[in-house]
């Protein structure tokens, strides 16, 4: 009976133990949390909660002097921020703005309360133009978190196309993370804009817009300023005419996808937002005729344009086995060098495509267990040109990829370029390496492998093979480049080149962090060197990389000097859009263009005498020999030559 007490109290002197142990941990974990959720407000009264109900954000929005700001805050769940494809992909299809998870009001205090489960959250409040923006990890539990408004940041930036400034373009500017559109401003009449109060982040992505123009979207560090390239794009007007009369209903669209348009009652059609940058290639069909026409907008009148028909051709095609002649099941074809052309399977390996310009025409045909063929028809004006393809039986490649251990590698590449092949399609190893292809013929085909971090392997072979086939991939080298200022700051949009000798093998432009990776390099020594807008070029820094573990190395780029003017006619009014150019010993060194009050700047320039040219259409060539640095130059033109 003693014994038995005796155990029970030290069973009972245990769960004591362990529930102090227990209430100890509660407490440093709800310290934790507090002290990464920046813990910069008072203490918090709020009682812990379970692991697994919702966390509780307290937090207060003040000004820059510490007063309450009486705001909405809205919490926003962190997601990867938008890309360039993604900004276009938003924009163009007015995709909706990122909801908030939660929102709250603040009090007369500024203080407020959010409940929001555990996760990565981007905090957002703003009075009066004035934002406040805070990434951080919410854990289970209560934690503490201050915003201060403040002005935000500042964006400046230009609409320019291939004529120049564009007036009126219509800007905004988009949040990548949260996906927010922010402003919306117009440029003025020289394209320039300016959008101020920003939710500070590493990038912003700027869409831009304009009457006869096609959109464009960039992303852009706040700190600089922006340059927006707008595409130009034409009203395309004319008549679609078949044997010299109307051909109403006949369908237009530019070679290689776009808008399109019917032509009407008297054959005309328009096409609204073609792009004017270079060649375009216009198709049209109607049920019996076919016609093209190639234009260069830039130089041509695009009011009257006139698209002759001609009489069209059609292919049937009937697809079999080569041994036993019979129609195949669950074939397929293409036109890889017409995408736009449609098949239509009319019966069991019966095929059709109508209508179609008369000559050679590219034709890819598929089946289950069959070698692919490719084969180029010529099809006649008229009636459908009809054609028997046959198709062999397949052969397969199969073979393992080994890694330098010599175990086989899962993920690896293979690329095939051959008949039926053109090597766009790949084939993944699996976990112990092994892959294989089907639907080949009996043929020579030219064999890639890849993999991230080694270098690649191309073989040329023929098939049928024997056996399997075994490839073993080297490791690749690689170098990580660090660009720094003279006074340590990281230079963005550097262009650092590798070479060896004597040849450049990558250029890579640094991220906003100054740095950037080569990967897939030959092992060996290598040369780095960088350049920047700015800056002098750097010394070639010699780099040793031998294998996959990146070999550092940090280029450092000193600013160079300004030579600044202005360029005015003989009048003394000034010249814009004209060339300015630095001569070195026989080279260029620098060139610009003046703006529309005539003024230029040249930058990143070394010390020294040269020879400036100014050059302006119908202007006599200006030359000058300058000492750099320099500023406030006048370079006078003289009038334009007379006819």
């Known amino acids: 009976m003693r014994y038995r007490l005796v155990a029970g109290g030290a069973l009972l002197l245990l769960l004591a133990l362990l529930l102090a142990i227990a209430s100890g941990g509660r407490e440093g974990r709800r310290a934790s949390v507090t002290t990464r959720a920046a813990g910069t407000g008072p203490d918090s009264s709020t009682a812990a909660l379970e692991a697994h109900e919702s966390a509780v954000l307290r937090g207060w929005v003040q000004d820059a002097r510490g007063l309450p700001v009486a705001a909405q805050v809205l919490a926003f769940e962190a997601a990867p921020p938008l890309t360039r494809e993604g900004l276009e992909r938003h924009m163009v299809a007015e995709a909706p703005e990122?909801?908030?998870?939660?929102?709250?009001?603040?009090?007369?205090?500024?203080?407020?309360?959010?409940?929001?489960?555990?996760?990565?959250?981007?905090?957002?409040a703003e009075r009066g133009g004035q934002p406040a923006a805070l990434a951080l990890d919410v854990r289970p539990g209560p934690s503490e978190v201050r915003l201060v408004v403040a002005d935000g940041e500042r964006l400046t930036g230009q609409v320019v196309s291939v004529a120049g400034g564009v007036a009126r373009a219509r800007v905004t500017v988009v949040s990548l993370a949260p996906a927010l559109r922010l402003r919306e401003v117009e440029s003025d009449e020289t394209g320039a804009f300016e959008v101020e109060g920003l939710f500070p982040q590493e990038r912003y992505g700027v869409w831009a817009?304009?009457?006869?123009?096609?959109?464009?979207?960039?992303?852009?560090?706040?700190s600089r300023p922006v340059t927006v390239m707008l595409p130009c794009a034409l009203r395309l007007e004319g008549r679609v005419l078949e044997r010299?009369?109307?051909?109403?209903?006949?369908r237009v669209r530019p070679r290689g996808g776009g808008p399109e348009a019917r032509a009407d009652s008297a054959g005309r059609f328009v096409l609204e937002d073609i792009d004017c940058s270079g060649r375009t290639e216009l198709l049209a069909e109607s049920t019996t005729g076919v016609g093209e026409l190639a234009i260069e907008p830039l130089s041509e009148d695009t009011s009257g344009l006139d698209i002759p028909l001609e009489t069209a051709g059609g292919l049937r095609v009937r697809v079999v086995e080569a041994?036993?002649?019979?129609?195949?099941?669950?074939?397929?074809?293409?036109?890889?060098?017409?995408?736009?052309?449609?098949?239509?399977?009319?019966?069991?390996?019966?095929?059709?495509?109508?209508?179609?310009?008369?000559?050679p025409h590219a034709v890819l045909v598929r089946a289950p267990g069959h070698g692919a063929v490719q084969r180029v028809l010529e099809v006649g004006a008229g009636p459908d040109t009809q054609v028997e393809v046959e198709l062999p039986p397949e052969s397969v490649l199969a073979g393992r990829v080994l890694g330098p251990e010599g175990l086989g590698m899962e993920g690896a590449r293979i690329h095939l370029v051959g008949a039926g092949r053109s090597g766009a399609e790949e084939v993944l190893t699996g976990a112990d390496g092994r892959f294989e292809v089907r639907g080949l013929t009996e043929d020579t085909y030219e064999l890639r492998v890849e993999r991230q971090g080694y270098l690649p392997v191309t073989r040329e072979l023929r098939l049928p093979r024997a056996g399997p086939l075994e490839l073993s991939l080297a490791p690749a080298a690689a170098v990580a480049v660090k660009v720094l200022g003279a006074r340590g700051e990281p230079v963005e949009d550097a262009a650092v080149s590798l070479s060896r000798v004597g040849e450049t093998v990558r250029e890579e432009g640094t991220d906003t962090r100054g740095g950037v990776h080569f990967g897939g390099l030959v092992p060996g020594s290598y040369l780095a060197r960088a350049r920047a807008q700015g800056y002098l070029p750097s010394e070639p820094v010699p780099v040793e990389a031998w294998d996959e573990e990146a070999a550092p190395v940090t280029l450092v780029l000193r600013e160079g000097l300004a030579l600044s003017g202005r360029v005015r006619d003989a009048r003394g009014a000034p010249v814009g859009e004209a060339e300015v150019v630095l001569m070195g010993v026989g080279m260029s060194v620098s060139s610009t263009r003046t703006d529309a009050q005539g003024r230029f700047t040249l930058s990143g320039l070394a010390p020294g005498r040269g020879q400036l040219?100014?050059?302006?259409?119908?202007?006599p060539l200006r030359e000058a020999e300058v000492?750099?640095?320099?500023?406030?130059?006048e370079l006078v033109l003289e009038s334009p030559r007379s006819e």
Not at 333 to 359: I, T, Y
Not at 627 to 633: D, F, G, Q, T, Y
């Open 613 to 619: 040219r100014v050059e302006k259409l119908g202007h």
């Open 244 to 250: 010299g009369v109307a051909a109403p209903g006949a």
């Open 209 to 222: 817009r304009a009457a006869g123009h096609g959109p464009r979207g960039v992303l852009v560090p706040a």
């Open 323 to 359: 041994r036993s002649g019979r129609l195949l099941e669950g074939a397929s074809l293409q036109s890889p060098a017409a995408p736009e052309v449609v098949w239509r399977e009319e019966d069991v390996g019966h095929f059709r495509a109508a209508p179609l310009m008369p000559g």
């Open 98 to 124: 990122t909801p908030p998870l939660a929102t709250a009001t603040t009090g007369p205090d500024g203080a407020f309360l959010l409940r929001v489960p555990e996760g990565r959250y981007h905090l957002l």
């Open 627 to 633: 000492e750099v640095p320099a500023s406030n130059l």
